[in-house]
Antibody, heavy 122, light 113 residues
Framework: EVQLVESGGGLVQPGRSLRLSCAAS????????MHWVRQAPGQGLEWVAG????????AYGDSVKGRFTISRDNAKNSLYLQMYSLRVEDTALYYC???????????????WGQGTQVTVSS | QSALTQPASVSGSPGQSITISCTGT?????????VSWYQHHPGKAPKLMIY???KRPSGVSNRFSGSKSDNTASLTISGLQAEDEADYYC?????????????FGTGTKVTVL
């Protein structure tokens, strides 16, 4: 069974940094792209970032470009999201999701983890 | 990139059929046959229901079907059941000059009366 378990969320002040992790199991991790998707309180889903199977290609949503960095360690079956210069509007539940392809382009998301909560507040 | 437009809510009685629309632009829904649909029960992980516009993953009921016409994609739930009550989101690949980009819909709350 495919499992994705996010961790690393918490309460952080505006302008600070935070690193999220996603531990994957139940599939050949380095065969698939991975993505981060978030949901702000009372809002809809927003794609945050994606990374190809071999880390060769990454992409970001406009609202996080230049502030967030997605990475992966295939030896550890782990996905990461390093978040810098956090803003109040980054407050959200952050989900890790497995892609259906090796490339993060032309993809869809299945399955998803349960999410980790990030709250940015002074 | 603007969110795809979905109705805020749709309701139906058990056994009825409902359709959720998802309207984008020629730059996303209209350009790619890459719309996916997700069911989200509060407090749980979102679940893929449809991919590539009309394909169902293994294990998803055939009561769920997807289609697309021009810039609008649709999700139809037939034989509505109580467990179908949830939020539903469409998502489209939106191309990009920087490798990849995706846009989600605004979300639709489905209520089973």
């Amino acid at each position: 069974e495919v499992q994705l378990v996010e961790s690393g969320g918490g309460l952080v002040q505006p302008g600070r940094s935070l690193r999220l992790s996603c531990a994957a199991s139940g599939f050949t991790f380095d065969d698939f792209a991975m993505h981060w998707v978030r949901q702000a309180p009372g809002q809809g889903l927003e794609w945050v970032a994606g990374i190809s199977w071999n880390t060769g290609s990454v992409a970001y949503g406009d609202s996080v470009k230049g502030r967030f960095t997605i990475s992966r360690d295939n030896a550890k079956n782990s996905l990461y999201l390093q978040m810098y210069s956090l803003r109040v509007e980054d407050t959200a539940l952050y989900y890790c999701a497995k892609g259906a392809r090796g490339a993060a382009a032309f993809d869809w998301f299945d399955p998803w983890g349960q999410g980790t909560q990030v709250t940015v507040s002074s | 990139q603007s969110a795809l437009t979905q109705p805020a809510s749709v309701s139906g009685s058990p056994g009825q059929s409902i359709t959720i629309s998802c309207t984008g632009t020629s730059g996303d829904v209209g350009s790619y046959n890459l719309v996916s649909w997700y069911q989200h029960h509060p407090g749980k992980a979102p679940k893929l229901m449809i991919y590539e516009g009309s394909k169902r993953p293994s294990g998803v009921s055939n009561r769920f079907s997807g289609s697309k016409s021009d810039n609008t994609a649709s999700l139809t739930i037939s034989g509505l059941q109580a467990e179908d009550e949830a939020d539903y989101y469409c998502c489209s690949y939106a191309g990009s000059s920087t490798y990849a980009n995706y846009v989600f819909g605004t979300g639709t709350k489905v209520t089973v009366l």
